[in-house]
């Protein structure tokens, strides 16, 4: 059984603008007029979304989506830290206390909020209409509404961009394989049409997204939020922004747990060989990455890179996630180009043939 473990590095292969910052510069073409006496402040997205804002004013080290998720937490751990929170321990005495929070203190200068946060907590018979949850839930909102314009993004603009005839050839048994996706694109599907839900040699076999997909039926499931915490200063309702709980509110966990029981079932005798292509291996999907890559006995892991720069960072991360041991005994990488042993097989174009007269 073939399992295929694809991050955003495998979408940016095939030409795609799927880098958050491409999104953010394709926000500021799409919503910046240059002019804010001309710009229509109600529907302008940068202007109301406290997120972009604060991911085009900050300057994020790295373009990658785990810099992003990053920057989240540290949002985070700032608030958290913020005399607000932390002049009661035991987050008893304003468990329940109402604040005003008018709009332009929403804008994630620090300084300004906790000043007036002691402000509020100094005077009495505030006119309060508030709440810290409902801060804390203002805060997620305006991340879900970054989230669902991402997805019109990729939707109007990326997707539309792919060509169904691709520049490599994907080499793969695609006999009985899974496809585990990070990605909330089907680039894979369209490019390489492959079936990935069927059932053979008595093997279940599916196509999954860890983090949701682009044009759900049921709504914008696109999971986007840090690593898990367990700092004890971050208070229990940051906890909507852990993707761990995401992937379980937006339902994308389900299919996960199928191919995982279907690798732990121990009747059946087949070494599953992994095939991770243009994922990090980075800090915010440790935790599912190691069930999965471990949920075997015996396994075989090939991990693609397309530099040596990413290859240093590859070793060093996977041996993280599953440990040296486990690192020898089943890793093997490998340039993602390379013409016997790797797996995006570049197409070579026919030679032009000149006429000559």
Same mark, same amino acid.
């Given at each position: 059984?073939? %399992?295929?473990?694809?991050?955003?590095?495998?979408?940016?292969?095939?030409?795609?603008?799927?880098?958050? *910052?491409?999104?953010?510069?394709? +926000?500021?073409?799409?919503?910046?007029s240059?002019?804010?006496?001309?710009?229509?402040?109600?529907?302008?997205?940068?202007?109301?979304?406290? =997120?972009?804002?604060?991911?085009?004013?900050?300057? @994020?080290?790295?373009?990658? =989506?785990?810099?992003?998720?990053?920057?989240?937490y $540290?949002v985070?751990?700032?608030?958290?830290?913020?005399?607000?929170?932390?002049?009661?321990?035991?987050?008893?005495?304003?468990?329940?206390?109402?604040?005003? @929070?008018?709009?332009?203190?929403?804008?994630?200068?620090?300084?300004?909020?906790?000043?007036?946060?002691?402000?509020?907590?100094?005077v009495?018979?505030?006119?309060?209409?508030?709440? !810290?949850k409902?801060?804390i839930?203002?805060?997620?909102?305006?991340?879900?509404? #970054?989230?669902?314009?991402?997805?019109?993004?990729?939707t109007?603009?990326?997707?539309?961009?792919?060509?169904?005839? /691709?520049?490599?050839?994907?080499?793969?048994?695609? /006999? +009985?394989? *899974?496809?585990?996706n990070?990605?909330?694109?089907n680039?894979c599907?369209?490019?390489?049409?492959?079936?990935?839900?069927?059932?053979n040699?008595? !093997?279940?076999?599916?196509?999954?997204?860890?983090?949701?997909?682009?044009?759900?039926?049921?709504? +914008?499931?696109?999971?986007?939020?840090?690593?898990s915490? $367990?700092?004890k200063?971050?208070?229990?309702? #940051?906890n909507? #922004?852990?993707?761990?709980?995401?992937?379980?509110?937006?339902?994308?966990?389900e299919?996960?747990?199928?191919?995982?029981?279907?690798?732990?079932?121990p009747?059946? !005798?087949?070494?599953?060989?992994?095939?991770?292509?243009?994922? *990090?291996?980075d800090?915010?999907?440790? $935790?599912?990455?190691?069930?999965?890559?471990?949920?075997?006995?015996?396994? %075989?892991?090939?991990?693609?890179?397309?530099?040596?720069?990413?290859?240093?960072?590859? %070793?060093?991360?996977?041996?993280? !996630?599953?440990?040296?041991?486990?690192?020898?005994?089943?890793?093997? #990488?490998?340039?993602?180009?390379?013409?016997?042993r790797? %797996?995006? @097989?570049?197409?070579?174009?026919?030679?032009? @043939?000149?006429?000559?007269?």
């Amino acid at each position: 059984m073939h %399992i295929l473990i694809l991050g955003n590095g495998f979408d940016l292969a095939h030409g795609l603008k799927t880098k958050y *910052s491409d999104f953010l510069d394709y +926000c500021k073409t799409k919503y910046d007029s240059g002019e804010a006496e001309n710009a229509d402040i109600n529907n302008n997205f940068l202007f109301n979304n406290i =997120w972009a804002k604060h991911f085009l004013d900050k300057e @994020i080290d790295g373009d990658k =989506w785990i810099d992003l998720e990053k920057e989240i937490y $540290n949002v985070i751990v700032k608030l958290s830290k913020l005399s607000y929170f932390q002049d009661n321990p035991s987050k008893e005495k304003y468990k329940n206390t109402i604040f005003i @929070i008018p709009k332009y203190y929403m804008d994630f200068n620090f300084n300004k909020i906790n000043s007036y946060f002691k402000e509020l907590t100094g005077v009495k018979n505030q006119d309060p209409h508030i709440k !810290i949850k409902d801060f804390i839930k203002f805060l997620n909102n305006q991340l879900r509404d #970054f989230v669902m314009e991402f997805e019109k993004y990729l939707t109007d603009e990326v997707m539309k961009t792919v060509n169904i005839n /691709s520049r490599y050839k994907l080499r793969i048994d695609d /006999s +009985c394989i *899974s496809l585990l996706n990070f990605n909330y694109t089907n680039t894979c599907e369209k490019l390489y049409k492959i079936n990935f839900n069927h059932n053979n040699f008595g !093997i279940k076999t599916k196509e999954i997204y860890v983090h949701g997909k682009i044009n759900n039926y049921d709504g +914008c499931n696109l999971v986007l939020g840090t690593h898990s915490f $367990n700092d004890k200063e971050i208070i229990a309702d #940051f906890n909507v #922004f852990k993707k761990h709980n995401q992937r379980h509110r937006y339902g994308t966990m389900e299919n996960y747990q199928e191919l995982l029981n279907e690798l732990k079932y121990p009747k059946k !005798i087949y070494v599953p060989v992994f095939h991770i292509i243009g994922h *990090s291996l980075d800090e915010t999907d440790h $935790n599912i990455l190691k069930h999965i890559l471990l949920a075997r006995e015996k396994s %075989i892991i090939n991990i693609y890179y397309h530099d040596e720069e990413s290859h240093e960072r590859l %070793i060093n991360n996977i041996t993280k !996630i599953i440990g040296e041991e486990e690192v020898m005994a089943k890793v093997r #990488f490998i340039h993602q180009h390379d013409k016997k042993r790797g %797996i995006l @097989i570049p197409i070579e174009k026919p030679a032009l @043939i000149e006429n000559f007269i």
